[in-house]
């Protein structure tokens, strides 16, 4: 019985089972067992479990906790369940819910491989123990170097650039070009960006302390905090809306954000998108900043085997196509097409010289940066 209260954001865990009737969801949790807080009460918490729990260790299945969620997860675990014979029953939370989730659950997690994006939270998984170390010729072949955990704890499947956005009107021809620039006093009371409890920021700043050094990476944050257009608030979208709206002139986001609002049929994203141009930063540099979606196969995972032969399939071709292209974000196995709408981004500079997992080791650091420089 668990007794924790789990305090991610509200949402449906979802239990899918490809083995009984087909493709049959099932959504165990409703708004009915959130807690007043919004929270999970112990009760919904059990329930999604017993889900678990009712298939630990059985054989030719694997249970995967997801950070992400998409309509589209259905036809990557089935195809997986069609290239291996392997069924998944997967829930669903935030990063963060999951990670409070497995630790509660200790041994006795019914889960055999974490899914959740940014360094950061993977790093924060590997902190508390939860994953062991793969080492697999398919993965270690197959994924960069610089974007999977040097233990093997950890593997990113795809990866996502942190933007800088300008509203076009208002900025013209003379934008920021790099991270760096968005500290220049030139831009001051005119920078959008979210929250430092945020961990793309977090992990973003990290980047910076490797790349610019510690001292650096501070004046950075204090000249970023100087230019901010109001107090840090809202997610990477609103950043993107208050740009549209003149709040400010320049913002930051993570690529996918913007490729949603290019990709909806709703006709005030596309008022939005139509104010509003990309920069991929730093392109005569390091490159722009990237995190991953990862995933590790859990420590007290029954059906090891099972699991690697999960993160070997995200890797596969067919694999890397559905997993990028279900959040816009870019493959990392090369040669594998990415979703028209970022197309024409796929030819961008990335950095692939800091290795992500080195985010994580200094998000301690950057939040402490942070917090000195008045970054709310
Ligand atoms: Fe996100």
Redesign the pocket.
């Known amino acids: 019985m668990l007794t924790s209260r789990f305090s991610g954001p509200s949402r449906l865990i979802r239990y899918f089972d490809w083995s009984a009737q087909g493709a049959v969801v099932t959504a165990l949790m409703s708004a009915l067992l959130m807690g007043a807080s919004g929270g999970w009460t112990a009760e919904g918490a059990e329930s999604a479990s017993d889900v678990g729990a009712a298939n630990k260790g059985e054989a030719g299945r694997i249970s995967v906790y997801s950070a992400r969620h998409y309509d589209t997860d259905e036809a990557l675990f089935a195809a997986f369940e069609k290239a291996t014979g392997i069924g998944v029953d997967i829930v669903e939370a935030g990063g963060d819910a999951l990670l409070e989730r497995l630790k509660s659950e200790g041994d006795n997690s019914p889960c055999d491989v974490l899914l959740t ?1 940014d360094a950061g939270r993977l790093r924060a998984a590997e902190d508390a123990g939860l994953f062991q170390p793969v080492d697999s010729d398919v993965l270690n072949e197959r994924i960069p170097q610089h974007l999977r955990h040097p233990d093997g704890l950890w593997f990113g499947f795809s990866t996502r650039a942190r933007c800088i956005y300008v509203n076009r009107e208002a900025v013209g021809s003379d934008r920021p070009q790099t991270y760096e620039d968005l500290a220049d006093p030139k831009w001051k009371d005119r920078v959008l960006i979210r929250s430092s409890s945020n961990v ?1 920021n977090q992990s973003l700043l990290a980047s910076l302390v490797i790349n610019l050094g510690a001292e650096s990476a501070e004046a950075w944050a204090k000249g970023v905090v100087e230019n901010m257009a109001r107090k840090p608030q809202g997610g ?1 979208t609103d950043q993107l809306r208050a740009l549209a709206a003149g709040e400010g002139d320049v913002a930051v986001g ?1 690529s996918y ?1 913007f490729a949603r609002l290019k990709a909806s049929d709703k006709q005030e994203d596309q008022e939005v998108v139509s104010k509003i141009d990309i920069v991929f930063p730093n392109q005569d540099g390091r490159g722009a900043h990237v995190n991953v979606s990862g995933a590790g196969v859990v420590r007290g995972s029954d059906n090891v085997e099972a699991a690697v032969r999960f993160l070997e399939f995200l890797a596969s071709r067919e694999g890397q196509t559905r997993f990028a292209q279900q959040n816009y974000e870019f493959p990392v196995v090369e040669g594998v097409a990415t979703d028209p709408i970022i197309e024409p981004w796929a030819g961008k500079r990335f950095d692939s010289t800091t290795p992500v997992a080195e985010f994580g080791r200094l998000g301690r650091e950057a939040v402490e940066i942070m917090d000195r420089v008045g970054w709310r």
């Open positions: 994006v793309y990477d993570n954000y």
